[in-house]
């Protein structure tokens, strides 16, 4: 677990602060290493500045707390102690107006505490350290979200080459800077790619990559481990199947992590193909379809004989390949279409899909594969009711009514001759604001349409049909027509 103490952005390292021209900083004592990094400035007059610190502070005073006599005694080693013991990085100390130059006896202190001691200028203000600290921090930021960015790209560009499973263990070792390894259900390493690692880190990562393998509730999708100063982690394959991503590092950066989490989705992807045979069947059942035959007959190759239909939408960024085939992954279904903003997934019906954080999911009624195509139309209204009420999954309605008493050749004639005057926009409307019960706002949402589109759509509904849509009768012999047409 990330330490909560610890800021969600790249530290700072000293050097760089140190070499901004415009801050005139200027290191005085404590050692001057290259790996010192600051998480944020903080500014203190305290005597005690410990209970106000978390660690990983350039630490700001300008001595109004330094007594005059202070030099005779233990006051600067106590000072300095104590910054040290709360986990502060290094004390910076500004000239003027208390003091014009830095007490000797804060100098010998930070020398023998090991503290880096800065000098800070007159002209300098404290805000205006900070503000560099966090315009680098920034930069930071920038420079690692880019390198994430470009890692997710190879890595996806690689599960496409003609050697998928080592192309990516390739590209992730290259982008870690250490070792990728993928582990079998049994335990022995079928790929690796990247710098070789010792005996002592390969026995701890194969070590690691038994505590992630599946062995029963409560076991963790993925483990972390440091030995001699080697970065360990591990991640669990797919859904059960055993198999594990091993990756080895002498240094772990921020975006490391999302980095080998991609890797790990796209290898859940490639060995469930590889030890189901899914793919394959897939690939059969796709080539008949295109021939021409009926979907019932190619549903056995797929796994079920009945099925739901689900369409998510992201509540976030418009969905990419990976985040799709990750909602697939965790619906339990390989079959996945992304179609513009949704992505439809293709469900065998004993899945039961569970609502999926960050996604608003629309699920039909079950159905045989001959009626894929109208399950496909339930989905997409439960997902528009869905983000119409606001709700992270609603299922289309499949229960018995009143209607399923008149025959259906008779139901649908009946819908055709009432509905005949409306576009299929202007049904479409209809249907909408009567299933969230005459509701302007939800509906306008539900449809991605001003408020005043819906007014007037169903104004010209109403002129056309020539009916007083505020009936609930009228409303109800719609609402029918409206199911069967």
């Given at each position: 677990?990330?330490?909560?103490?610890?800021?969600?952005?790249?530290?700072?390292?000293?050097?760089?602060?140190?070499?901004?021209?415009?801050?005139?900083?200027?290191?005085?004592?404590?050692?001057?290493?290259?790996?010192?990094?600051?998480?944020?400035?903080?500014?203190?007059?305290?005597?005690?500045?410990?209970?106000?610190?978390?660690?990983?502070?350039?630490?700001?005073?300008?001595?109004?707390?330094?007594?005059?006599a202070a030099g005779s005694g233990t006051y600067f080693d106590d000072y300095v102690s104590r910054i040290v013991t709360a986990g502060g990085v290094a004390l910076g100390f500004g000239l003027a107006p208390v003091h014009d130059s830095v007490p000797r006896a804060l100098v010998a202190a930070c020398d023998?505490?090991?503290?880096?001691?800065?000098?800070?200028?007159?002209?300098?203000?404290?805000?205006?350290?900070?503000?560099?600290?966090?315009?680098?921090?920034?930069?930071?930021?920038?420079?690692?979200?880019?390198?994430?960015?470009?890692?997710?790209?190879?890595?996806?560009?690689?599960?496409?080459?003609?050697?998928?499973?080592?192309?990516?263990?390739?590209?992730?070792?290259?982008?870690?800077?250490?070792?990728?390894?993928?582990?079998?259900?049994?335990?022995?390493?079928?790929?690796?790619?990247?710098?070789?690692?010792?005996?002592?880190?390969?026995?701890?990562?194969?070590e690691l990559a038994q505590v992630v393998r599946p062995s029963g509730p409560g076991t963790p999708n993925s483990a972390t481990h440091v030995t001699e100063g080697t970065h360990l982690a591990a991640w669990s394959l797919g859904a059960g199947r055993g198999f594990v991503l091993g990756v080895v590092g002498?240094?772990?950066?921020?975006?490391?992590?999302?980095?080998?989490?991609?890797?790990?989705?796209?290898?859940?992807?490639?060995?469930?193909?590889?030890?189901?045979?899914?793919?394959?069947?897939?690939?059969?059942?796709?080539?008949?379809?295109?021939?021409?035959?009926?979907?019932?007959?190619?549903?056995?190759?797929?796994?079920?004989?009945?099925?739901?239909?689900?369409?998510?939408?992201?509540?976030?960024?418009?969905?990419?390949?990976?985040?799709?085939?990750?909602?697939?992954?965790?619906?339990?279904?390989?079959?996945?279409?992304?179609?513009?903003?949704?992505?439809?997934?293709?469900?065998?019906?004993?899945?039961?899909?569970?609502?999926?954080?960050?996604?608003?999911?629309?699920?039909?009624?079950?159905?045989?594969?001959?009626?894929?195509?109208?399950?496909?139309?339930?989905?997409?209204?439960?997902?528009?009711?869905?983000?119409?009420?606001?709700?992270?999954?609603?299922?289309?309605?499949?229960?018995?009514?009143?209607?399923?008493?008149?025959?259906?050749?008779?139901?649908?004639?009946?819908?055709?001759?009432?509905?005949?005057?409306?576009?299929?926009?202007?049904?479409?409307?209809?249907?909408?604001?009567?299933?969230?019960?005459?509701?302007?706002?939800?509906?306008?949402?539900?449809?991605?349409?001003?408020?005043?589109?819906?007014?007037?759509?169903?104004?010209?509904?109403?002129?056309?049909?020539?009916?007083?849509?505020?009936?609930?009768?009228?409303?109800?012999?719609?609402?029918?027509?409206?199911?069967?047409?």
């Amino acid at each position: 677990m990330p330490d909560p103490a610890v800021p969600p952005t790249p530290p700072v390292p000293l050097a760089a602060l140190l070499a901004r021209e415009d801050l005139g900083l200027r290191q005085i004592a404590g050692p001057s290493d290259p790996a010192t990094v600051i998480h944020w400035a903080h500014t203190s007059e305290m005597a005690d500045p410990y209970p106000y610190l978390l660690g990983g502070e350039l630490l700001l005073t300008a001595g109004v707390h330094i007594p005059e006599a202070a030099g005779s005694g233990t006051y600067f080693d106590d000072y300095v102690s104590r910054i040290v013991t709360a986990g502060g990085v290094a004390l910076g100390f500004g000239l003027a107006p208390v003091h014009d130059s830095v007490p000797r006896a804060l100098v010998a202190a930070c020398d023998g505490y090991e503290l880096p001691l800065i000098e800070v200028p007159p002209r300098t203000t404290f805000s205006g350290v900070a503000r560099a600290v966090w315009q680098l921090m920034a930069q930071a930021r920038h420079a690692e979200l880019r390198r994430v960015t470009e890692a997710q790209q190879s890595l996806a560009a690689a599960a496409s080459r003609p050697d998928p499973v080592p192309s990516v263990l390739r590209q992730l070792a290259q982008r870690v800077g250490g070792r990728a390894v993928l582990f079998g259900p049994d335990g022995v390493e079928l790929a690796a790619a990247g710098r070789p690692a010792g005996p002592a880190a390969r026995a701890a990562l194969a070590e690691l990559a038994q505590v992630v393998r599946p062995s029963g509730p409560g076991t963790p999708n993925s483990a972390t481990h440091v030995t001699e100063g080697t970065h360990l982690a591990a991640w669990s394959l797919g859904a059960g199947r055993g198999f594990v991503l091993g990756v080895v590092g002498d240094r772990r950066e921020p975006g490391d992590h999302t980095v080998a989490s991609v890797a790990a989705v796209l290898l859940s992807l490639l060995t469930g193909e590889h030890q189901s045979g899914s793919g394959a069947a897939r690939s059969s059942a796709l080539v008949r379809l295109l021939l021409g035959a009926p979907a019932e007959d190619v549903a056995p190759l797929l796994g079920g004989g009945r099925w739901v239909v689900v369409h998510a939408r992201p509540d976030a960024a418009p969905p990419d390949p990976v985040a799709a085939s990750a909602l697939g992954a965790a619906l339990g279904s390989p079959l996945v279409d992304v179609a513009g903003d949704v992505v439809r997934v293709l469900l065998p019906a004993e899945r039961e899909p569970g609502p999926q954080p960050g996604w608003t999911l629309g699920v039909s009624a079950v159905a045989a594969p001959a009626e894929w195509a109208g399950a496909d139309v339930q989905a997409g209204r439960a997902l528009a009711r869905a983000r119409a009420v606001r709700s992270g999954l609603v299922r289309y309605g499949d229960r018995p009514a009143l209607a399923d008493l008149v025959p259906p050749a008779d139901a649908e004639a009946h819908a055709r001759a009432l509905l005949a005057p409306l576009s299929p926009a202007l049904a479409d409307t209809l249907r909408t604001w009567l299933s969230l019960h005459g509701g302007w706002d939800r509906t306008a949402v539900a449809l991605d349409v001003h408020r005043n589109t819906v007014r007037q759509r169903i104004a010209k509904c109403a002129a056309l049909l020539g009916l007083d849509l505020d009936d609930p009768d009228v409303r109800m012999e719609l609402w029918f027509a409206l199911r069967r047409g």
